[in-house]
């Protein structure tokens, strides 16, 4: 199975090495419409959600294997952890923007719920 017939969370996160023009148009759009769930492109330079919880446990909960999967995959987000939610933040710092590993790594954190 190649990686393009792979849902976004089962495929593997490449990390940008830069010295590419973050995503736009028509392949910003088929990623974003892929993924879904509740992802949000902000000002087509960012990816962002927001996940609700019971409790600050809960969330504290999601956040150490959200953090524990960057920390696997070299893949590092933005993220604020509050009572009952935490807002992941993603972008491709090397590039100022979006690259599919951006997607992957957001599809990799929603599976974690």
């Not at 590419?20 to 962002?48: M, R, T």
């Not at 696997?72 to 993603?90: M, N, Q, R, S």
Request: glycine letters at 8%.
């Amino acid at each position: 199975m190649n990686d393009e017939s792979c849902s976004l969370s089962e495929r593997e996160c490449k990390p940008c090495q830069g010295g590419v023009p973050p995503l736009a148009g028509e392949e910003l759009n088929a990623l974003q419409a892929q993924l879904g769930n509740g992802w949000e492109v902000i000002e087509n330079h960012h990816l962002e959600k927001e996940y609700t919880f019971k409790n600050f446990a809960e969330a504290l909960e999601f956040t150490n294997k959200v953090g524990a999967l960057a920390e696997e995959i070299f893949h590092h987000p933005d993220i604020y952890l509050a009572w009952g939610k935490v807002k992941i933040t993603i972008w491709t710092h090397k590039i100022g923007g979006l690259n599919e590993a951006d997607f992957i790594f957001a599809a990799k954190a929603d599976a974690l719920m």
